[in-house]
């Protein structure tokens, strides 16, 4: 049940958005600004900024220079550009990652390259560590 064919992940605009993604097409160029609530699958090329409360989908093949904003990022062609995602960033065997990717989730098939620093981020707050054995306990 994907949206533009067999390989197409469904998250690149699931009905749990609410509205048809964007296709930059294959032979298409974008420069500027990408931004909105659709999913956006990138089978051409984009240089500028990636804005989105909703998937980004990067397709074999494709190049976006820009620094990348969305719900979830899945990588089967080239990024450069730091990617920061609020849920996942999945970077599949042809990807190439040149820049900084920042996300509470990352999975990385082999294969796929990345040129970067990962920084896993999470709303929750970091739990407690208990004192180590033979630590001094603190005084009240």
Do not use: Y
């Amino acid at each position: 049940m994907a949206p533009f064919g067999k390989d197409a992940p469904a998250h690149a605009g699931d009905a749990r958005h609410g509205a048809t993604p964007t296709l930059i097409a294959k032979d298409s160029h974008f420069e500027g600004e990408v931004g909105g609530s659709a999913g956006v699958r990138v089978e051409g090329r984009v240089k500028g900024t990636i804005r989105l409360k909703a998937p980004l989908d990067v397709a074999a093949g494709a190049t976006v220079e820009a620094e990348v904003q969305a719900t979830s990022v899945r990588v089967a062609g080239t990024v450069v550009g730091n990617v920061t995602a609020t849920e996942l960033v999945e970077l599949l065997a042809t990807a190439v990652v040149k820049g900084d990717i920042t996300a509470p989730a990352l999975h990385v098939i082999e294969g796929a390259r990345l040129e970067g620093h990962v920084h896993m981020q999470s709303d929750r707050p970091p739990e407690p560590r208990p004192a180590a054995a033979g630590a001094p306990a603190k005084a009240s």
